[in-house]
């Protein structure tokens, strides 16, 4: 089982970035997935997740109104979309997936982990 994550990279405040999550190994079509992120000396945070079939979604209030979650459950793939960054954005950031279909806000919700993509905003 194994979950990568790209897409990150070093943008300018007020800049975009898409991250795209894979997952393999199995199939994740019936499970929540998520984003969570970490900044240095800090604990992982909640960002954003979404149930299997989109309907039900869910952002941490400090990304509401700039970030975007998506997914194909067919092929796997989850996206985010980052719009409006914020020095404060900067963290390396995390896919997860759980094993229901509840859509959770906490790590001990997800039990599948990608390695991380860094994501650097510039002032």
């Known amino acids: 089982v194994q979950l990568q994550a790209f897409g990150g990279g070093l943008v300018q405040a007020g800049g975009s970035l898409r991250l795209s999550c894979v997952a393999s190994?199995?199939?994740?079509?019936?499970?929540?997935m998520g984003w969570f992120r970490q900044a240095p000396g800090k604990e992982r945070e909640f960002v954003t997740a979404?149930?299997?079939?989109?309907?039900?979604?869910y952002y941490a209030g400090s990304v509401k109104g700039r970030f975007t979650i998506s997914r194909d459950y067919t092929k796997n793939t989850m996206w985010l979309q980052m719009n409006s960054l914020k020095p404060e954005d900067t963290a390396e950031y995390y896919c997860?997936?759980?094993?229901?279909?509840?859509?959770?806000?906490?790590?001990?919700?997800?039990?599948?982990w990608g390695q991380g993509t860094l994501v650097t905003v510039s002032s």
């Open positions: 997860a997936a759980s094993q229901t279909t509840v859509v959770g806000t906490t790590t001990g919700a997800y039990r599948y």
């Open positions: 190994g199995r199939t994740f079509s019936r499970y929540a």
């Open positions: 979404i149930s299997w079939s989109g309907d039900s979604i």
